[in-house]
C-alpha cells in the first residue's frame, strides 16, 4: 500500500462543493485508475489513464473529472458533489512493461457528501 | 447489465475446510481473471489470477479453476484459516488495442467469515 498514496483518507463534505481527491504512485507504473466501492456493489470504474496524454472513461463517469499531472500522479475531482457520491474511492496502478494486466489499490478514500 | 457475477455474496466456514467462491462473466473478450482480497480499511490487494488459456492454476492453499465453455471460474481455499477472513473479489479485463489491459471489471464481492 506505501507505494500508492491518497489523500485524503477521509472527506465529509457538503452537497454542490467542489472536491479533489489525489493519487500518488512510486512504482514507477505508467498506468493508473480510479475506481468506487460501495457496500454490496463491487467496485466500477471511473477513470483510467494510460500516460499523461492519454485519458478514458470508465463505467460511471459521468459527474467526475481527473487531471493526470505527471506520470506518478493522478487525481479526481467531483465538480459539484452530490449525496449519492458517497463512497469508498480507490486509486490503482499498473505497469505497461508487465503486460499492465496486474493493478495494485492504494489505501482508500472515505468520502461523505451530506 | 452485469458482467461479472459472483456468487456466494457471504459465506461461513468452518477452520479447515473449504471455501468455495464462483464467477461467471458474459463477455467473451475477456483474457484475464483475477481474485482480489480486502480486509476492512484495506485496499483490493491481488490475490492470484489465471489466464483463459489454462484450466487451473494453485498458489500455496489458493487455487483458480477455471471453465472457459461454461465461462465461469472459481477460487478455492484449502485448509480455511481464521486470517482468511475478509471479502473477497473476482475481476476480469480484456487486452486493449495497441497493447496492455483495461481497467478492471469486478464481481459484487464475497464476504467470507472462517469460523475457529
Known amino acids: 500500500d506505501a507505494d500508492v498514496t491518497q489523500t485524503p483518507r477521509n472527506r465529509i463534505t457538503k452537497t454542490g462543493k467542489r472536491i479533489m481527491l489525489e493519487c500518488s504512485q512510486t512504482?514507477?507504473?505508467?498506468?493508473m485508475y480510479w475506481y468506487r466501492q460501495d457496500p454490496g456493489l463491487g467496485l466500477r470504474l471511473i477513470y483510467y489513464?494510460?500516460?499523461?496524454?492519454?485519458?478514458n472513461k470508465g463505467e460511471i463517469s459521468d459527474g467526475y473529472s481527473v487531471s493526470r499531472q505527471a506520470q506518478a500522479k493522478f487525481s479526481l475531482s467531483l465538480e459539484s458533489a452530490i449525496p449519492n457520491q458517497t463512497a469508498l474511492y480507490f486509486c490503482?496502478?499498473?505497469?505497461?512493461?508487465?503486460?499492465?494486466?496486474?493493478?495494485?489499490f492504494g489505501p482508500g478514500t472515505r468520502l461523505t457528501v451530506t | 447489465q452485469q458482467q461479472v457475477k459472483q456468487s456466494p455474496q457471504s459465506l461461513i466456514v468452518q477452520k479447515g475446510g473449504i471455501s468455495i467462491i464462483n464467477c461467471a462473466y458474459e463477455n467473451t473478450a475477456f483474457d484475464y481473471f483475477p481474485w482480489y482480497q480486502q480486509f476492512p480499511g484495506k485496499g483490493p490487494a491481488l490475490l492470484i489470477a489465471i489466464r483463459p488459456d489454462v484450466s487451473e492454476k494453485k498458489e500455496g492453499r489458493f487455487t483458480i479453476s477455471f471453465n472457459k465453455s461454461a465461462k465461469q471460474f472459481s477460487l478455492h481455499i484449502m485448509d480455511s484459516q481464521p486470517g482468511d477472513s475478509a471479502t473477497y473479489f473476482c475481476a476480469a479485463s480484456m487486452r486493449r488495442t495497441g497493447g496492455g489491459a483495461d481497467g478492471l471489471t469486478f464481481g459484487k464481492g464475497t464476504h467470507l467469515i472462517i469460523q475457529p
Open positions: 490503482a496502478t499498473s505497469d505497461r512493461t508487465s503486460g499492465a494486466y496486474e493493478q495494485y
Open positions: 512504482k514507477g507504473h505508467d498506468r
Open positions: 489513464s494510460f500516460d499523461v496524454k492519454d485519458i
